[in-house]
């Protein structure tokens, strides 16, 4: 039974606290990244096949598609590239986070209840991971609607999680510990990657229980988290009514719009933070369909990327904190949203698999840099203040508004354009105004809210 008051610097508690990447970051690698994307273009490039050559699915996955045809989906008598579906399905249920975490934030630190939503939000999400086992080209509405709802599941638990760092936590050791829970989060999340390819590679078994195996260790790893994390870090003792809730984040909003270096901040992080997320949810299908692999059934050069990546994921990230320790958290920032902004220039021009391992190398020694320190600026920017989660929740929808945006743009580029080439070098837009944005935000915040110097 957790405790319901805190002692920042508890080493017990940030170590549950950092437990939860570890638990949680599966979904972001075998669903968002790897197995999931793998199998959704296979099975739908397959059925597509079957029906293009009109032949049965056991001959037609071994025939090649002329080159001038792409893959279409019926999703409610709609007509879409298989990829263009993903980007929008995902697109769509960021926009209802976007939606959902501020109204629930409030109530949460009205009622003291974040951990509560953090556990429902991780069942929700990690129940929907497990129903994509039942994931069919025939009926594939229901299909994306449990992709749909485990992007759902995952996002909102974060805003809920990431709350509680500022309250376990000094704001000079939340560089540290966001970037020591991103790299547990990837070497975790690699471990079950390994198990699953061990069990479809070695096996032969059928990948959809990788499915399942997502949803078991994402709530089988948070019992971890749920034991340390205290229920109600204040003690509060609301009344009841939850319009309440939602005036505490009308409360905390006035407040936020008294901040100056915290507002600026969060204009240049929507922005450069769109880039990272659009490319890292659609990195697997530019990957699958533009890099001239061997064999078009053969994923394995393709899993040995995502691999590379995860290991340099968490060596950037922790390489980003010390960087950040000697030359500040903006300037960080700045320096790795230069090299995403190569990254997607670079990826317009690769086509060999050596060119997209060289890529992804320098993919991973930046994506988990920037999010941990993302994370932890935001977190030391805040004023002194007893909302997390509501300010968290500005942080989030902030993070959820720009995949929106994002995944959206990604998908209509190549809907106009039919290549996915174009979809990535598009992004590069959003990195070069978050960068201009980050020369702007001051070193010290201005009037009465004072935050933390980490310039």
């Keep these: 039974m957790a405790k319901s008051a805190i002692q920042k610097g508890d080493k017990k508690v940030i170590k549950g606290w950092i437990f939860y990447d570890w638990a949680n970051s599966v979904y972001n690698l075998v669903i968002s990244s790897a197995i999931f994307p793998i199998f959704y273009d296979t099975v739908t490039t397959n059925h597509f096949k079957s029906q293009y050559f009109k032949k049965d699915i056991s001959i037609a996955k071994e025939m090649k598609l002329p080159d001038n045809v792409e893959v279409i989906v019926n999703f409610f008598g709609v ?35 974040k951990k509560k939503f953090l556990k429902f939000f991780c069942y929700f999400g990690a129940i929907s991971c497990v129903s994509l086992y039942w994931f069919n080209p025939n009926y594939i509405e229901i299909g994306m609607l449990s992709l749909f709802l485990a992007s759902i599941g995952f996002w909102n638990s974060l805003v809920f999680y990431n709350s509680f760092l500022p309250e376990i936590a000094e ?25 699953c390819l061990v069990w479809i590679q070695v096996f032969k078994l059928p990948v959809h229980w990788c499915f399942v195996f997502v949803g078991v260790w994402w709530i089988g790893f948070s019992q971890i988290t749920y034991r340390v994390l205290p229920n109600n870090v204040y003690g509060r003792k609301p009344k009841a009514g939850i319009w309440r809730g939602f005036r505490e984040l009308g409360f905390v909003f006035k407040e936020f719009k008294l901040t100056h270096r ?21 990195a697997t299908i530019f990957a699958k369909k533009e890099i001239e692999w061997p064999s078009d059934n053969d994923s394995s050069g393709l899993i040995i990327a995502i691999l590379l990546i995860q290991i340099l994921g968490a060596v950037g990230a922790y390489l980003m904190s010390k960087l950040s320790a000697k030359i500040g958290n903006v300037k960080t920032l700045i320096v790795t949203v230069i090299i995403w902004i190569g990254i997607c220039y670079g990826a317009f021009y690769i086509t060999k698999p050596i060119e997209f391992y060289i890529l992804a190398s320098f993919v991973g020694l930046v994506m988990g840099g920037i999010q941990a320190i993302a994370r932890s600026t935001y977190s030391k920017f805040l004023p ?22 994002g995944t959206f743009f990604f998908g209509l580029v190549e809907h106009f354009t039919h290549s996915l080439r174009y979809s990535v070098v598009s992004i590069a837009i959003f990195f070069c105004i978050g960068i201009i944005l980050l020369f702007f935000v001051p070193k010290t915040e201005k009037g009465l809210i004072k935050g933390y110097g980490v310039n």
């Design 171 to 195: 704001p000079e050791e939340h560089d540290r510990i966001s970037a020591k829970g991103f790299s547990m989060g990837y070497i975790g999340s690699m471990l079950l990657l390994i198990i």
């Design 262 to 282: 915290l507002k600026r901040y969060l204009f240049a992080f929507f922005f450069f933070n769109t880039g990272v997320q659009t490319v890292m949810l659609m």
């Design 384 to 405: 002194e203040t007893r909302s997390h989660a509501s300010y968290f929740s500005f942080y989030d929808a902030t993070e959820k508004m720009g995949i929106v945006l």
């Design 79 to 113: 007509h879409l590239s298989n990829s263009v579906l993903m980007s929008f399905v995902l697109s769509a249920s960021f926009l209802v986070v976007t939606i959902l975490s501020p109204m629930l934030s409030g109530i949460a630190d009205y009622k003291g209840s």
